[in-house]
């Protein structure tokens, strides 16, 4: 099974952003699919979550500007990031769980900055 993490780049304050986490290696479905970013010297943090019944759970910091999605057809996930800040500038990772093993892409870094 591999992820592969996509659309990362610059954008300016209160841009927009759209990741993209394709899945192959496998027809079976993800029981919870997240995102993760981190930034040097800190922890790797939850961004959001979504499961494949479609609950989905977010990091305070990004509530309301923030959303995540799955495709289930093409064993996809989204990660649409609206009203971006500085703060944001991470190397963001997907992440995919099934049955107790635990599945990371290779990171996509996304920098806000005027």
């Known amino acids: 099974v591999q992820l592969q993490a996509s659309g990362g780049g610059l954008v300016q304050p209160g841009g927009s952003l759209t990741l993209s986490c394709a899945a192959s290696?496998?027809?079976?479905?993800?029981?919870?699919m997240a995102w993760y970013r981190q930034t040097p010297g800190k922890e790797r943090e939850l961004v959001a979550s979504a499961t494949d019944g479609g609950v989905t759970n977010y990091a305070d910091s990004v509530k309301g500007r923030f959303t995540v999605s799955r495709d289930y057809a093409n064993n996809t996930m989204y990660l649409q990031m609206n009203s971006l800040k500085p703060e944001d500038t991470a190397a963001y990772y997907c992440?995919?769980?099934?049955?107790?093993?635990?599945?990371w892409g290779q990171g996509t870094q996304v920098t806000v900055s005027s």
């Open positions: 992440n995919a769980l099934r049955i107790g093993v635990r599945y």
């Open positions: 290696g496998t027809v079976f479905r993800f029981g919870v």
